[in-house]
């Protein structure tokens, strides 16, 4: 969806140095930013890779749970059910006359007794349609040529609650609702009237050639405005699906008006007053399909109020013209994507061709794999894949297999030990041994010195000049290559190294430190630093550990 793959150069000096692919910088902006943000214009799109936030998920056997318990899914097993052995539909399948009001009973719809209202026999219809639809029910004509429908082979299974059957079925009737749902909004009420009343106005019968050429600008019409609601409705399940992969746990809601400027508003920029109009379009045009997809699980809706909408003189509600409180806003609409809904839209980016990761996926191997794979992938939480792994981990033996992992002086070494200290971090106290154990660890004992002080321990020997340069130099490699080239970050890490009085002793240390950045870091601090002096030395520096090899 929305996001892009972020390549950056690795170490460029030294032996073994390659380009390295960085973790994403996952801010929800960079995922449906501006393309320009990145230095790509139209062009490029098609070559831009497509970065997905990892989402977590229920187990599969809860997420049919959920789908059994939507209504309308519910509907259409009951009255699946209620089909056996046979019963008799007519020619197009739907349900008879006499056999709607009784199915709106079994539904719930209408009362046991009297009249049944219209509007349940037509819910009725809906669900017995989609058990069609999603062959809860097959339809055939007998000898006797009557028509009948009778329960689908999946009709047991679903009913017994296997996962993959009622996750398979629900995904179904889902692209069946999100079809419908575009398909009823494609052509605005409004316009439809209008062309009638054009077609009043003029009078008289179209010649066949002409009505031909009007029907044919009719269909076009309709189905240019249905590719642009699809589209629509597409990018904004894209953002909800974003949205909540970041959002915290109980914080996954969206007022409707922040999703429609989120589609609307480029950014960085502040909304105009002719974008706030078209934030106005956007909601109201998503507020039926929202609706719709709200019947199957998909969403919780609250729908824009009707009051809002000025009968008498035909205006829409206009957003963001004045400050409004929580009551007040939710008025216009508020939305949150379910488990049932990231579910189901990463099922249609992964039928795609997207890569649309779970929380957790790269914690299924050892450390080593973990480390790996956080490094190597764009699209990734890094924390949170750290955290899944060391659950349920005895403390002492995860760290050890933590800090093996951690050493080599390959492109991605750096940042293998910096995912390393967090992931240490997580373990807590009880992983103190195995740190103490590295404290010698050319690699590994600086940054194990810095994780026993910030724990409180008071023994932690000073590490050798060697090894304290060595670790400045890796530590800043890291923050580097996690960073992505963000110099406002960087620069706050350059004002706190410790350069003193001599800049130039300083930097004619660290350009003869042996680490495959140490230049990288260098240039970084050259072109970041405020100090001019500084700056000029760490560059004089750069150029000289480009030079030693």
Request: glycine content about 10%.
């Amino acid at each position: 969806m929305a996001g892009r793959r972020r390549k950056n150069g690795g170490a460029s000096a030294g032996e073994g140095a390659a380009e390295a692919v960085l973790p994403a910088d996952l801010e929800l902006q960079d995922l449906y930013g501006a393309f320009a943000a990145h230095g790509l214009d139209d062009e490029d799109l098609d070559d831009a890779a497509v970065l997905v936030p990892p989402v977590k998920l229920p187990a599969e056997q809860e997420l049919a749970e959920q789908a059994k318990a939507v209504p309308m899914f519910g509907y259409a097993l009951a009255l699946a059910r209620w089909a056996a052995p046979h019963r008799t539909v007519d020619e197009f399948g739907d349900l008879v006359e006499e056999d709607r009001g009784p199915a709106a009973r079994l539904l719930g719809l209408a009362p046991a007794e009297g009249e049944v209202p219209e509007e349940a026999e037509v819910e009725a219809l809906r669900a017995w349609s989609l058990a069609c639809d999603l062959d809860l029910v097959e339809l055939g004509t007998t000898k006797d040529g009557e028509h009948v429908a009778v329960p689908g082979p999946d009709l047991e299974p679903a009913e017994q609650g296997d996962p993959d059957t009622v996750l398979e079925l629900w995904l179904t009737a889902a692209g069946i609702v999100r079809e419908l749902a575009v398909e009823a909004d494609s052509l605005p009420e409004e316009e439809a009237g209008e062309e009638a009343e054009e077609e009043a106005e003029e009078g008289g019968e179209p010649t066949p050639e002409e009505g031909g050429e009007e029907n044919e600008d009719g269909l076009n019409e309709v189905e240019e405005a249905r590719d642009a609601a699809a589209e629509l409705l597409d990018e904004a399940l894209q953002v909800l699906y974003e949205t909540t992969a970041f959002a915290d746990p109980g914080n996954e809601t969206v007022p409707l008006g922040v999703l429609a400027a989120l589609l609307v508003v480029p950014e960085g920029e502040e909304p105009s007053e002719e974008l706030l109009g078209d934030i106005t379009d956007v909601m109201v045009a998503l507020d039926p399909m929202l609706g719709d997809l709200a019947e199957l699980g998909l969403l919780d809706y609250r729908p824009i109020d009707p009051e809002l909408f000025d009968e008498e003189e035909g205006e829409e509600p206009v957003v963001g013209e004045a400050p409004l409180d929580e009551e007040e806003s939710a008025r216009f609409g508020l939305v949150r994507l379910t488990p049932l809904g990231q579910y189901g839209i990463r099922q249609w980016l992964l039928e795609d061709g997207y890569d649309a990761p779970l929380v957790g996926d790269l914690a299924r191997g050892d450390a080593a794999e973990l480390l790996r794979g956080v490094c190597e992938s764009a699209n990734v939480l890094p924390e949170e894949e750290l955290r899944v792994w060391v659950e349920g981990r005895e403390p002492l033996p995860a760290a050890r297999e933590l800090l093996a992992a951690a050493r080599g002086d390959d492109a991605y070494g750096p940042l293998r030990r910096m995912l390393c200290v967090s992931a240490l971090n997580l373990l807590g106290a009880e992983a103190e041994p195995a740190v103490r154990e590295v404290l010698d660890d050319p690699e590994l004992g600086g940054s194990a010195r810095a994780w026993l002080s910030a724990l409180g321990a008071t023994d932690v020997p000073v590490p050798d000049r060697t090894m304290a340069l060595w670790t400045v130099v890796d530590t800043f490699a890291a923050q580097l290559l996690d960073s992505g080239g963000d110099a406002a970050l960087l620069r706050e890490l350059v004002t706190d190294l410790p350069v003193k009085g001599d800049p130039a002793a300083w930097f004619g240390e660290l350009w003869r430190v042996d680490h495959p950045y140490t230049a990288d870091v260098l240039e970084a601090i050259g072109e970041l630093h405020t100090d001019r002096a500084v700056a000029k030395e760490a560059r004089k520096a750069a150029f000289k550990a480009r030079s030693k090899g």
